[in-house]
């Protein structure tokens, strides 16, 4: 193995510790942080990523709410309660745990999010925000791989970047990212050709497709930085990620673990959008 691991573990510690931080000058002023995640239904991945949003709240001294609802719940119940959220000053984030049963509109949902509430970054609000360069929530995993990839020293200024998936949460928000840090992006999906030429070519290779392994050594640039976003549940049980870490790592320059990679990082981002929501809510500079 050539490549250098990307400690997501250990960012993602860094990045809570700042959010911890920023906690702590918000309570010194009388503001307790608060973030409401909703969870419908009983999706067993989605009840292990509300477990870890409020260990991470109660970690970084920010007050969570987690609020369970049934699965036969209407969408009118679901956007009841949100908008309860959205009229309590003590609530500053409001995140409603994907997917969503399928008698419920996850876009009207999102909608229903105020966008300073939005610490998710997914209300079109933020998202054309972020699209024009305006300040915003930004999406947490795409946000993380941007630290990830920073972290490593490496410019992402004038390089080529490549992000395999297209879409709303991870894709396309990447690509934006990496765009507005003046990469030169090409974006794959299901319908490009020549897939492996291209990715061959990156100096940035962001893998977000949701198929194991897919990833080969053969399609990574010799000291590539590699961010595989991928989570797989394999046969055997185990978590994979959408890259086959022993190929590429023996050609990338760095690359990140799945897990300990991106998952970490991003759970970090949506603590740091949390005390930003709270102290723009309350006129007070972090
Ligand atoms: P989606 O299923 O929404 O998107 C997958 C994308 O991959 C699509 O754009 C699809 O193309 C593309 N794709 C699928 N097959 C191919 C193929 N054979 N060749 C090229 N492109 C292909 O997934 P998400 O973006 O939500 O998630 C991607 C992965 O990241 C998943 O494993 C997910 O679990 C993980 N994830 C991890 C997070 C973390 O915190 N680490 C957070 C969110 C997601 P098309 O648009 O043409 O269909």
Avoid: W
Wanted: hydrophobic share 45%; net charge neutral.
């Amino acid at each position: 193995m050539s490549a250098q691991i990307i400690d997501g573990k250990a960012l993602a510690a860094a990045t809570k510790a700042e959010a911890a931080a920023e906690a702590a000058v918000l309570k010194a002023k009388g503001i307790e942080p608060c973030l409401a995640v909703i969870l419908v239904g009983e999706n067993p991945a989605s009840q292990v990523y509300v477990r870890g949003k409020v260990k991470d709240c109660g970690e970084c001294g920010i007050k969570s709410l987690e609020l369970r609802m049934p699965e036969t719940t209407t969408q009118e119940e679901l956007l009841a309660k949100i908008a309860e959220l959205a009229a309590d000053k003590t609530v500053n984030g409001i995140l409603v745990q994907l997917p969503l049963p399928k008698q419920i509109d996850e876009h009207a949902v999102i909608d229903a999010i105020p966008p300073e509430k939005d610490v998710d970054g997914f209300s079109p609000v933020n998202v054309g925000r972020m699209q024009t360069g305006q300040p915003c929530f930004l999406p947490c995993t795409p946000a993380g791989c941007i630290r990830m990839i920073e972290s490593t020293g490496t410019k992402i200024d004038g390089k080529n970047a490549v992000v395999i998936g297209r879409s709303n949460i991870v894709g396309k928000p990447a690509a934006l990212l990496l765009l507005a840090k003046n990469a030169t992006v090409t974006v794959c999906h299901s319908h490009t050709a020549n897939l492996k030429e291209i990715c061959a070519n990156a100096d940035i290779l962001v893998a977000a497709v949701g198929r194991a392994g897919f990833v080969t050594g053969d399609m990574v640039k010799p000291g590539a930085v590699v961010i595989d976003v991928g989570i797989n549940r394999g046969a055997d049980g185990k978590l994979h990620g959408d890259v086959n870490f022993e190929e590429a790592s023996a050609v990338a320059g760095y690359i990140t673990p799945v897990p300990g990679g991106v998952g970490p990082m991003t759970r970090a981002m949506l603590m740091k959008n949390t005390t930003q929501a709270a102290a723009m809510q309350n006129g007070v500079a972090i």
